[in-house]
């Protein structure tokens, strides 16, 4: 198992910027999920996806756009973050007894 | 709806002692239960699980955990700590055979300092 690949490993934005986030897993899993960590907080869970459709949306502000072209890639797109936006962001994949395989994460700042 | 405690937020042991994390779940049903550990600047890695069957669950890096339902834990351990060991470990309980299975329930995590 090859794991999972996430993109960039660390960004620095405004909080006018747009960048975007990328994961791509080679474990041949159906579900991708993207996970927010910050200081002091437990993990959140952001996006589900299963077979490349959406299947929950925990909440999360329309500033975070995911997109799953296929079940090996994720994206998160970013515009217009909040300082407190920034985290480590985590994706991850998972078989369907729903053990997660997590990247190593993209460290965000938002200036 | 389903929660995780871990009430420890950070523990010291030294090098070659034995290790214990403990962690409380709450659950509606048979639950499916994970250790993951994270060292710093990295993402989380699945140390073991459990699903059913054999209460004892063995693990990699020589952990193993213990379901003991009328507790409601799931309690990490390890006979000798390693220098390596030093990490932040999380319990999750996930939702099961179920398409959404990876959307677990973290707790707060326990930070293990590992003294020489």
């Known amino acids: 198992e090859t794991g999972v690949t996430q993109t960039p490993r660390h960004l620095v934005m405004g909080m006018t910027n747009k960048k975007s986030l990328k994961c791509e897993q080679h474990?041949?899993?159906?579900?991708m999920y993207w996970y927010k960590q910050s200081a002091k907080k437990p993990l959140e869970l952001m996006f589900v996806?299963?077979?490349?459709?959406?299947?929950e949306n925990n909440s999360v502000p329309s500033r975070f756009s995911p997109e799953c072209p296929n079940s090996s890639h994720l994206f998160l797109h970013l515009h217009t973050l909040q300082p407190e936006d920034s985290a480590l962001y985590l994706c991850?994949?998972?078989?369907?007894?729903?053990?997660?395989?997590f990247g190593e994460g993209s460290r965000l700042t938002v200036l | 709806a389903q929660s995780v405690t871990q009430p420890d937020i950070h523990i010291t042991v030294s090098e070659g002692a034995s290790l214990e994390l403990r962690c409380n779940y709450s659950y509606g049903a048979t639950p499916y239960l994970f250790w993951y550990v994270q060292s710093p600047g990295q993402g989380l890695q699945l140390l073991l699980k459990?699903?059913?069957?054999?209460?004892l669950v063995q693990g990699i890096k020589g952990f193993e955990a213990e379901f003991k339902r009328s507790q409601s834990s799931f309690n990490l351990r390890k006979p000798s700590v390693h220098w390596s060991d030093a990490a932040e470990y999380f319990c999750?309980?996930?939702?099961?055979?179920?398409?959404?299975?990876?959307?677990?329930?973290f707790g707060d995590g326990t930070t293990l300092t590992v003294k020489p």
């Open positions: 999750a309980v996930g939702a099961g055979w179920d398409t959404n299975a990876g959307k677990s329930t």
């Open positions: 474990l041949g899993h159906n579900a």
């Open positions: 459990y699903f059913s069957g054999d209460t």
């Open positions: 996806y299963n077979f490349k459709e959406q299947t």
């Open positions: 991850a994949s998972s078989r369907i007894t729903g053990e997660l395989f």
